[in-house]
């Protein structure tokens, strides 16, 4: 992401403010969300004569795009992520309304997550999440050595840019996620197992025939096979009561 004037970035986490000062230098507006209360005081101080940045001291998971600003389409989200919380900090920007771009820092094997393909090792709930919602591209891998002290795994910046305007529904979206989850809570198993023992769906033998005939889906195939397209395919024809 290259901020230019007009735009309103949001960082997360800005710590000590070695990206947060280039920002500030760059776009129109920007948030920071500080957690720590040692960096938020320090960063509240630095900024105090600058009514173009806000230092919002809250866990950003407690944080809603809409209280920053009242359209978060207009915001870019950039922020070094820390590695624990990846996912539902993601999951969080994700959620609708959606900011128009999120350029994150975070665990190498977690960015190799978000843009898998079907059919790799990586491939999972978190890549048909994101996929079905937003355009993620790799941008380029960080060394461990590039930071102090050097952490025990590499780094990768990631792009993730939601989809506009959304290709589903808001309900559409949650029966993808409902599928998604259960899905790759049985990932060793083919499809057909997964529909007809979960307690979700529990298809008869005969169902799985007609949904393998409609959606042209073989069913045979353990999840990690289905490309996102395909779980949004299979999740609107169990919907449609089949």
């Known amino acids: 992401m290259e901020p230019s004037p007009g735009d309103h970035v949001v960082e997360i986490g800005p710590g000590q403010g070695a990206l947060t000062r280039h920002l500030s230098e760059s776009c129109d507006r920007l948030t920071l969300v500080e957690l720590d209360n040692d960096l938020a ?3 509240a101080e630095e900024f105090k004569s600058r009514k173009d940045v806000q230092v919002i001291h809250r866990d950003v998971l407690r944080v809603p795009l809409t209280d920053i600003a009242p359209d978060p389409s207009t915001l870019k989200v950039v922020g070094n992520i820390p590695y624990n919380i990846t996912a539902p900090i993601l999951f969080h920007l994700l959620a609708r309304p959606r900011p128009a771009q999120v350029v994150l820092m975070v665990q190498r094997e977690v960015a190799d997550r978000i843009v898998a393909e079907p059919g790799t090792r990586e491939y999972g709930a978190l890549a048909v999440g994101v996929q079905t919602v937003a355009r993620p591209e790799f941008l380029f891998r960080v060394p461990a050595k590039a930071f102090r002290p050097v952490p025990r795994v590499e780094s990768a910046v990631v792009r993730i840019t939601p989809l506009d305007p959304p290709p589903l529904s808001p309900e559409e979206e949650d029966r993808v996620r409902t599928l998604t989850r259960v899905a790759f809570g049985w990932r060793r198993k ?5 529909l007809r023992s979960s307690p979700e769906y529990g298809r008869s033998p005969e169902a799985i025939q007609e949904l393998e005939a409609r959606t042209g889906l073989d ?5 990690e096979r289905f490309s996102p397209d395909e779980f949004v395919r299979l999740a609107e024809a169990l919907n449609s009561g089949l």
Do not use: E, M, W
Request: proline share 8%.
């Open 219 to 223: 069913l045979t195939q353990r999840p």
């Open 190 to 194: 083919q499809f057909q197992k997964i």
């Open 41 to 43: 005081a320090r960063l």
